[in-house]
């Protein structure tokens, strides 16, 4: 019963005249900055705040996400995974009738790659015919940047959490310019596809027979320390995995290595796709907790965002992605970005990219700011998650962990939305990478999971 | 000539007390004759609509800014620089922009802290309550209109927290020599009050300052506490604390009556302890009686209650009593004893009841209802009001109500519920509304006894 033996330090939230009547009497303060929750949830969130469920499924699912421990066990052909007449793309479900310019671009290029078309008018003639199924890659163990389009002949990374024991697949990394994932489909870009399923796919298979499995937890951690947050900026990560890789791809692959090696080290997002996979083993393992308001994931296809949670199972609550705000590349502008795309929001699902951005200064110029606004932005989402990331810290912050955990009823309360750092792809199918920057969730998103919740609380 | 505007900010959140103030500061302007600045509540319409102003489309998430003067944008201009101003909480300073302040009670516990206070409206409060029992932290729920399913189960959580929920509509505490919320200034002393009643713990405590006697703690736990719906969770787990504390020698349970079910309970964790416990049981006795008997108990001598007769000496040709209170245990004890006298008995409104302070601040902060109250009264009424003291209240009530008891045609009664060590200065409030006209007594029971006695 120690509040009766000492002078009090009062968390102070509501009106600001007691708090000031505190501080007249001597005694430390501390107020929060109350406003409040979004408009129309008031009611959903008193009755999910309620549930007696909630904190001990938040629990757990937020240290099933922060405990899982993602290896590279292997790399495979999507077409020992993926169903026939199957491809896969980023986001929630979406047709070719509402598809993105970026989206449709993928998917012709898929079809030309895959031999499924002659050209691009009768890819897309077919694709609107519906001769392929489209399937969400996160419907599939899986997650895909951008456009994120899988199709039989591309290959997979295979990521095993050793401590849940889930699998995620994501597709090796293109590079930059003109790509698939981008929305290009040109001569060049198909022909450096073929290259990586005759070349680049078997060589990693090869060297990781050699290696044996990768500890991702612990190059995510390095390269946070180095300066990476994991989505934008992977350029650490991905000279520690070379690191790691060289001497066994010398030995798999002798008269490859030289072409493999420069492939990989002239693509400084190689390892996005790896930390992809990494946060997806993680964010899975937190599914499915009835009652836990826990985001597991954010996606978007170009046309929208969806967010998943853990207790409502596998369905995607939607808004319009929104258009980033951020630098160009060359002569592109605002008018040339197609709305926000990709799986790649896993990384800030998991507690990495915008929400570590405090840990990589050097990319604070893309989305227009000073340190202090990474600073910023990574100290604003403690505010919406649950938990501090045990491995995944930040020097600046004191080595403090990365907010990791995004709490659907902590964004009603304080109306902030995830910070989410994204690459912009051109609006116009075959046009490619247009420039990066943030972009803002739709809150709608967000709130529809929350009277969702509501629903099925008891 | 003067003019009027009306502003609608959509979904601008203030908190009632920063608007009543911004009001205050427009209404002292040059040229500005009225001024409100306040959330668009239905209440706030409806007093807007009895200014004369026309009245806008708003929902009352809405802030309303509404002038009368002869130049409204220097106005509007004022109430949105200081509306601007009060953006940044003080403490947060502007050399740490990178500086994140706490948006919930949940991330402002990572700071480390003993205690939560929580004053947001009603309807949100259960979310702040929660994180903080959910923090291992003992709060105290300041805010009124919390529904009693949310208040049982916040006291449930709080069992396995181990921790200890003042309230809700807990108005005031007194912890560790802090007061909390509405807070008289009291000195240390042996009696420790558990309270299901704001005002009936602060006029109890300022009758014993004035007696000499300090309190070691003052433990609100809301007025629905023993209800059978909430089961005396909180008064349960604060007498055992207060049995526990060496400074406590006495303690004074204050509450309406508990359900029978529950005042077994309460009796059976009586019974166990080792600090002996006066239950102050209301109306069985009153507030008065109440602090008489804790100075018995003590074998302290009971002294006069100060009071001071009205200054004009007026003959009173009231008829009728209207009590304008703030207080709900206050206005329900002198309800009760001026009512005694059957037909003369009157009406008594509790200001402080959530049905007025739904979207506005409490009326002891607040005086606009209750100065309209009594401009209402008639010569035939009998006005009875309290005015509270202490921290957290209006720094100087006799500023804006001595004003308006000077005007009434009614007979005023003033129950003055503070001590002398309170920053209002009790002595300079009591010499103010008796030059106004009124008769003022620290005892609400003895207020309540003569106003009864002039009717």
Redesign the interface.
Known sequence: ???????????????????E??R??A?Q?????????L?GT?EA??KV??D?RR?AANELAVSRLTSARPYLVGVRRASEVLEAGTFLHAGPPITWERASGPMRGALIGAMLLEGRAGDEHDAARRLAAGEIALRPCHEHAAVGPMAGVVSPSMWLFEIRDDEHGGTAYCSLNEGLGKVLRYGAYGPEVLERLRWMDAVLGPALKATLERTGPLDLRSLIAQALQMGDELHNRNRAATSLLLRELAPAVVEAVPGHAAEVLRFINGNDHFFLNLAMAAAKVGTDAARDVPGSSLVVAMARNGTDFGVQVSGLGGRWFTGPAGVPDGLYLGTYGPDDANPDIGDSTITETSGLGGFAMAASPAIVRFVGGEV?DA??AT??M??ITLAEHPAYQIPGLGFRGTPVGIDV??VA??G?LPVVNTGIAGRVPGTGQVGAGLVKPPVEAFTAALLSLAEQAS | MSSDAVLVRKGTYHDSVALMRISRALTEMSGVEVAMVAMATELNLGILRDLGFTVPAADPGDLLIAVRAHDTRAAVEEADRRLTAGRHPEGAPADQPADQPPLTTRSAARTGADLVLVSTPGEYAFAEAQDAIQAGLPVMIFSDGVPAAQERRLKELAEAQDVLVMGPDCGTALIGGVGLGFANVLGPGPVGVVAASGTGAQQVTCLLDWAGTGVSHVLGVGGRDLSAEVGGLSTLRALRMLDEDPATELILLISKPPSPEVARTVQDSVARLRTPVLLALLPEIDLTEAAERTLRALGRPVPEWPSWPAWSGKQSRAKTIKGVYSGGTLSAEAALIAGRAGSRGGDFVDYGDDAYTRGRAHPMIDPTLRVEALSRAHESDLVLMDVVLGHGADPDPAASLAHAVARTPATVVIALIGTEGDPQDLHRQAAAFREAGAAVFTSNAQAARHARSLV
């Open positions: 019963m120690s509040l009766l033996s000492t002078p009090p330090r009062v968390i102070t939230v509501g009106a600001g005249l007691l708090d009547a505190l007249a009497q005694v303060t501390v107020p929060v900055s109350w406003r409040p929750p408009p008031a969130l008193a705040l309620a007696p904190q202090s600073v910023r100290r604003s403690y505010e009823t902590l309360r304080t902030l």
